[in-house]
């Protein structure tokens, strides 16, 4: 059994995903009636364990468990809960910010590792792609075309004349500097060694 | 200092002023030394009673004032909250507003204790009052002469009740009705539920005797097929214009036979029956529409003439023209009613892309009698009797996002547990489902929540996402909330509770009334719960669902309160103080600012002059400041009384003393004499002076206050909704004055003061006096001096 | 509705059309200036970080400075409606214009950043960019001239059954912007109708996402299949031949996962993907493999193409 302790602030979750850059200004959580309107709509409430308007719940009763909690990690970001949801809540914001949490405190890192090489990419040219890690995969799905497809890319582009993809030197300068400077640098660092660790093991 | 203003209003040379002082059985007496304020004191006659309320002494104040042949008369006792009222109506022969008081009981001796200072305080109020009341005019009540007539705008349950009330107390209401028949929505529900009762009851049986009634009653006149078109403001009435549309059938002929809707080439859907069945381009809404009249419905009728060759009462007017009805009437009812939730808006939900998803509103109209199954449950798509009805509440309503409404629309639980009832009894094999997010049923009708649980309806708590369809059903899918579970409901009809909102008829209605909307487009209430019905035009009231969502037992009470206002103002043969506006045409250039000022709406522009609605009015002065012409004046509040109440405050002030004005609205005033009624104390420094709000003070009355020797002014107001921003643009505005003039703004204090909280208010104004001393410390003296000198 | 521009638009460059459906640029520009839309293109304007971002990869500041440098490039072309041709860059980008412009706490450090790194010709001043104003989808830009269409098409696309997937960061973040009705945007059908085709209004899991769920395909693809099958499922049900998009991420789903999906239920989908302004330059008699690009495509846009031949051969390419 749970108990409600007398003093004890449960709205400290629920407040510091408020006044998250991420969440959108007058962000409705306080005001969630728990209607599950959100979940009736939800692709991974349908195909997983995932409840939307539960994971409203556990913010509003400051589960902290719910940070560490996997269950986090079905929301597609699609954003359905987000444009229905009839006080203005986003459990689709609600995870962005609790993910973000659980990647600052360590345990997210992991799972974002696998898309490191995107940003990899970012920095180099200064746009991002699919990082070559999955292609083996998605080359079983997509087929050979596909892999023919990037090799004949520049040509295709030729053909529909299409200008350069690629950022001149100087701005992919700019965006590392920028990315420097903001902290994404060091941590994309992180996660980094986080990605070698699991690869080495 | 030569105020220009002030002078212009000097009196006329010799005034006789008595003055009266009260020594109140010891009340004031004990802390005002009587004698010493009597020889201060300037006036003709000055007298001091034991108890001047008394009967015997008010018959000697008349007597005085006959004998000494006394132009004013100032009364020095108690507060004027008290005793004004009583000692106006003794001073007569003289004009009642002839005299003014020095309030020295509440505001003096029982808020401080020093005999010296408090005698020296009471000095200065009284030498205010004589100030003051040098300045009085004599002014008469105004006597409003309202029209004995009203015009009801709309012919629904709420405006059908009002319009009988008002009949029935001998005023003449026309009821102006857009659609060609009265009833409005209830008549197209079949039946309805009551408080305390567990049946539903016939809506026809209960409201047709009253259409009826209002038919037959002499004082009612129903203009059907007409819409309000403008109105204007005169003298407290309204001249209103009523667009009546041509309905091509003459109504005393027409005997409703019917012959010409049999040849009706034209076929449309009946709106009366929600769309759910089709009726001619000649038509009559339903059997027990009043009128009992045909009507052409212009917009669809292609003028082919069959009907005029059938109908042998020669009834029909292809040519007939609309006509301009003008009215003129004492008082408006606006009772315009709702419209559903338009469900298109919400496109998950399938409303007009799968026939079997419906309202509310058309379930009533499928179960009554008269609609278009006659009275059967059958499913719209095949006719079939469906084997479960699934319920989907707050459509709409409860709903911040885009389209939707973010409030409770109140009747549609009931609503829904209503049409759950009457199906479960005369359908046992259909099954009921209520998707909810909270059934509201406050009050009585939790019995009735219970009764119908009782009959076995299923309650499953979650909004549905989406409803779709499959071969032969529909899908509703929804998360069980209280089981944390996803389900799809198969059904073969879906009823959707949609919101109710308010209605075109209503915006338009509000806005060539020019009455305020809610942020939810409702009417607005002057004040939602000391000033209900009462819009915020003197004059015009509002019933029903047009103020907001509400079930019929509310329409009718509510339309029963706004007629009983209406028969206030016609009936009330209305005595208004004259302490209201009043334009000066020769100097006003109908700039209209102070039409738009007005926080009551009480000054208008009608016939190319501006006009003061007196009861409107409240006096309160925003009106002046925003004058450039100095047009306007609130009577009894003039500048050049302010003035000589300023200037009389501040005479004989002692090297070394401190004065502070404080400027309260009435409120504040009261706040103050509790103050000393509870024997509460604050420095001698303070002097109140009331006034009917601080937005008539402008920055000329405080510079001249400052300049007269005033070493702090107090602003006390309290923050009513409708005026709070405009005071604090005046503070704003009083603040800036006083940098210009380098007069330190610690001297200068806004305070919120509410009647119970006077002990707030004398901490505040304790507080305020050293503040002020501080203030004047800091000053360099020399400045100071300086410009007191420049007087 | 809100004010769309037909002048003065940086025509911002997605990622994923740049490698995936490279026709989706050539037809957008092909069909704006069919259309008189004046427009730019700046090879220094970077990716909007999408995929990155909404992989949780990179943080809000981060994606705001980058989008605060993007915004200042378009300024100083002289170009400052943005259109995006992926969902994904519309509502980042509105959602960092919107902190630029309301938290001053966040402009005054990305500005600091610019500073200290050379680039203060690009520093952010507040309402440079309003979210509402000046970012739009290029679907929008196409919608606003509709009625302009049907007097340029040359190819008759009648046969075809098509319907419409509104990319979720379409409609649905900045719903409020949306076009119509967020809950059932109209945009993309009202084009396609003025093309002169038959649309499918409605099917049953309309506003489904793609399923795509950016982590989620690439780490629970099951999952995501899951979802996609459902809308594939609802519009093989419905017949429809042509499914419309706004959004490359969306178009891969759909068009590079058809197959498998197929497999793995034992159905052939059949459903041709293609963008909106694919599909309009079509209608306008644009070359299927210089213009609309149809050889990045996974399933075959042939059939089409074909049936534009036997119908129309004097539009013959
Ligand atoms: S839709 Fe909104 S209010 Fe309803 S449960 Fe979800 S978050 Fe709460
Ligand atoms: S954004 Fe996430 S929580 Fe919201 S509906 Fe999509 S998957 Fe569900
Ligand atoms: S004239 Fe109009 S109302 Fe009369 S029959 Fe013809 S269409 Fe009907
Ligand atoms: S009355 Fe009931 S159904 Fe209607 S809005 Fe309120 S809670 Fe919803």
């Known amino acids: ?201 | 200092m030569n105020n220009s203003n002030f002078s212009r209003y000097a009196p006329k040379s010799s005034i006789d002023i008595g003055v009266f002082l009260c020594k109140c059985g010891g009340n004031i007496s004990d802390t005002v030394d009587i004698e010493r304020l009597k020889t201060s004191i300037d006036a003709k006659v000055v007298k001091e009673f034991e108890n001047l309320c008394s009967i015997k002494c008010q018959k000697n104040i008349r007597d005085i004032i006959l004998e000494e042949e006394l132009d004013r008369v100032v009364i020095a006792a108690c507060s004027p909250i008290t005793h004004e009222k009583t000692f106006r109506n003794q001073v007569a022969p003289l004009n009642p507003y002839l005299l003014e008081m020095a309030n020295i009981r509440e505001q003096c001796s029982w808020v401080h204790s020093d005999v010296d200072k408090t005698t020296d305080k009471a000095i200065s109020l009284t030498n205010a009052a004589i100030e003051r009341v040098k300045y009085a005019r004599p002014l008469d009540t105004i006597v409003r002469k309202t029209k004995k007539s009203a015009a009801v705008i709309g012919g629904g349950i709420s405006g059908i009740t009002a319009s009988l009330s008002l009949a029935k107390q001998g005023i003449k209401v026309h009821i102006i009705e857009e659609k060609p028949t009265v009833g409005g929505n209830m008549i197209k529900i079949g039946k309805i539920f009551s408080p305390e009762k567990l049946a539903e009851e016939c809506a026809l049986c209960l409201f047709n005797p009253l259409i009826n009634e209002a038919v037959q009653h002499k004082n009612i006149d129903i203009i059907t097929n007409a819409e309000l078109k403008s109105s204007q403001r005169k003298a407290g009435n309204f001249n209103l214009l009523i667009e009546r549309k041509p309905t091509f059938v003459k109504e005393d002929k027409c005997t409703a036979c019917g012959n010409c809707a049999e040849v009706c080439p034209v076929e449309v859907p009946n709106e009366w029956n929600e769309k759910l069945m089709m009726r001619k381009a000649i038509y009559k809404p339903f059997p027990q529409s009043v009128p009992d009249v045909y009507t052409i419905d212009e917009e669809n009728c292609i003028k082919c003439g069959k009907c005029q060759k059938v109908c042998t009462m020669n009834a029909i007017d292809l040519k007939m023209k609309g006509e301009n009805i003008p009215l003129n009437v004492g008082s408006v009812v606006i009772a315009t009613g709702y419209k559903g939730f338009d469900l298109k808006k919400r496109p998950e939900y399938g409303y007009g892309r799968y026939q079997d998803v419906i309202s509310q509103m058309e379930l009533a109209r499928i179960m009554g009698v008269n609609g278009p199954t006659n009275g059967k449950l059958l499913r719209p798509s095949d006719g079939k009797i469906p084997r479960r009805v699934v319920m989907v509440q707050c459509a709409g309503s409860r709903d911040e996002k885009p389209g939707g409404n973010r409030y409770c629309s109140k009747v549609c639980c009931m609503v829904a547990l209503k049409h759950a009832n009457f199906i479960r009894r005369y359908y046992p094999d259909t099954e009921i489902i209520i998707c909810y997010t909270d059934m509201r049923t406050p009050g009585m009708y939790e019995n009735y929540f219970r009764h119908v649980q009782s009959r076995e309806i299923k309650l499953i708590r979650g909004r549905p996402g989406d409803i779709t369809k499959n071969d032969d059903n529909l899908i509703v899918r929804v998360e069980d909330t209280l089981r944390g579970e996803q389900v799809e409901i198969e059904t073969d009809i879906v009823v959707l509770s949609e919101a109710m909102e308010p209605s075109e008829g209503t915006l338009s209605v509000a806005e060539t009334l020019n009455v305020s909307l809610t942020e939810d487009l409702f009417i607005k209430e002057k004040h939602p719960k000391m000033k209900p019905v009462t819009t915020d035009v003197e004059g015009i009231y509002v019933c029903g669902t047009a103020q907001g969502p509400k079930d019929i037992t509310d329409s009718v009470s509510q339309a029963n309160a706004a007629a009983s206002k209406v028969s206030e103002i016609i009936n009330g043969g209305l005595e208004i103080e004259p302490t209201i506006a009043v334009v000066d045409h020769f100097k006003c250039e109908m700039c209209g600012d102070c039409v738009r000022s007005c926080k009551y709406k009480a000054i208008y522009m009608h016939d190319e002059r501006i006009s003061v609605d007196p009861i409107a009015c409240n006096g309160c002065g925003m009106c002046i400041s925003k004058c450039k012409n100095e047009a306007v004046e609130v009577m009894g509040q003039t500048d050049s009384q302010i003035f000589a109440m300023i200037s009389g405050m501040l005479k004989d002030k002692k090297d070394g003393e401190r004065r502070i004005l404080v400027f309260v609205d009435y409120i504040g005033y009261v706040a103050s004499d509790n103050i000393g009624i509870n024997r509460i104390s604050y420095p001698e420094s303070i002097r109140i002076i009331k006034l009917p709000s601080i937005n008539r003070l402008m920055p000329k009355h405080i510079i001249y206050a400052f300049e007269n020797g005033a070493d702090g002014i107090f602003l006390g107001e309290y923050p009513d909704d409708l005026i709070y921003p405009a005071i604090k643009e005046k503070v704003q505005e009083i603040r800036s004055e006083l940098i210009k003039n380098s007069i330190d703004l610690d001297r200068l204090m806004y305070y919120k003061v509410y009647a119970p909280y006077f002990r707030g208010l004398a901490s505040k104004l304790t507080e305020f006096d050293k503040q002020v001393s501080k203030a004047l410390d800091k000053l360099e003296p020399v400045l100071y001096k300086a410009s007191s000198k420049d007087l | 509705m809100k004010k769309i521009p037909d002048k003065e638009i940086l025509l911002f460059k997605s990622c994923l059309v740049n490698v995936e459906y490279p026709g989706v640029e050539s037809s957008t520009k092909f069909v704006f200036d069919k259309l008189g839309i004046e427009y730019t293109i700046s090879e220094r304007q970077s990716c909007c970080t999408g995929l990155g971002h909404y992989a949780d990869l990179f943080d809000q500041f981060s994606t705001t400075a980058l989008a605060a440098r993007n915004f200042g490039i378009a300024r100083e072309e002289d170009h400052r409606n943005i259109a995006t041709l992926c969902a994904t860059c519309y509502a980042i980008l509105k959602k960092s214009a919107n902190i630029l412009n309301t938290k001053d706490n966040v402009r005054r450090q990305v500005n600091k950043i610019f500073d200290g790194s050379g680039i203060s010709d690009l520093k952010y001043k507040v309402e440079d960019i309003d979210s509402r104003d000046n970012i739009f989808h290029t679907t929008e830009i196409i919608y606003n001239k509709a009625d302009k269409i049907p007097d340029l098409v040359e190819v008759d696309l009648s046969g075809f059954k098509v319907a419409a997937h509104h990319a979720c960061h379409y409609c649905k973040v900045h719903h409020q912007d949306t076009i119509g009705n967020p809950r059932d945007p109209m945009v993309i059908e009202t084009i396609a109708k003025a093309c002169g085709v038959e649309t499918v209004d409605w099917y049953d899991r309309k506003t489904n996402t793609c399923g795509n769920g950016f982590r989620q395909r690439y780490m629970n693809k099951d999952l995501s299949f899951s979802v996609t099958a459902e809308k594939l499922l609802s519009l093989k049900e419905n017949e429809v031949d042509i499914l419309l998009h706004m959004c490359p991420n969306c178009q891969i789903q759909f068009d590079r996962n058809q197959k498998v999906i197929g497999e793995s239920l034992n159905t052939e989908f059949n459903i041709i993907c293609l963008n909106i302004s694919q599909f309009v330059a079509l209608a306008f008699g644009a070359d299927p493999y210089k213009v609309v690009g149809i050889q990045t495509h996974t399933v075959p846009v042939e059939p089409v193409v074909d049936k534009i031949k036997l119908i129309n051969p004097v539009n013959e390419v």
């Open chain 1, 1 to 201: 059994m749970n108990t409600f302790k007398i003093g004890e602030n449960t709205f400290e979750l629920a407040e510091s995903i408020i006044k998250d850059l991420k969440a959108s200004d007058n962000l409705g959580i306080l005001k969630c009636i728990q209607c599950g309107m959100c979940t009736s709509t939800c692709p991974a409430a349908r195909h997983t364990d995932y409840d939307p308007r539960e994971i409203i719940k556990r913010v509003l009763d400051k589960d902290e468990t719910l940070i560490k909690d996997d269950i986090i990690w079905n929301c597609f970001y699609c954003y359905t809960c987000h444009s229905i949801c009839p006080v203005n809540n986003s459990a689709c914001e609600v995870n962005q910010v609790l993910r973000q949490k659980t990647i600052d405190n360590g345990k997210g890192k992991s799972k974002i590792a696998p898309f490191s090489e995107y940003a990899d990419s970012y920095l180099e040219s200064g746009l991002g792609t699919i990082p070559s890690d999955f292609f083996s995969d998605l080359i079983k799905d997509y087929g050979n075309e596909w892999i023919e497809l990037k090799a004949n890319l520049e040509e295709i582009r030729k053909e529909l004349s299409l200008g350069p993809m690629l950022l001149p030197k100087k701005d992919i300068e700019d965006i590392n500097e920028i990315l420097e400077k903001t902290g994404f640098t060091k941590r994309l660092e992180r996660v980094r060694r986080c990605k070698d660790e699991k690869d080495t093991r």
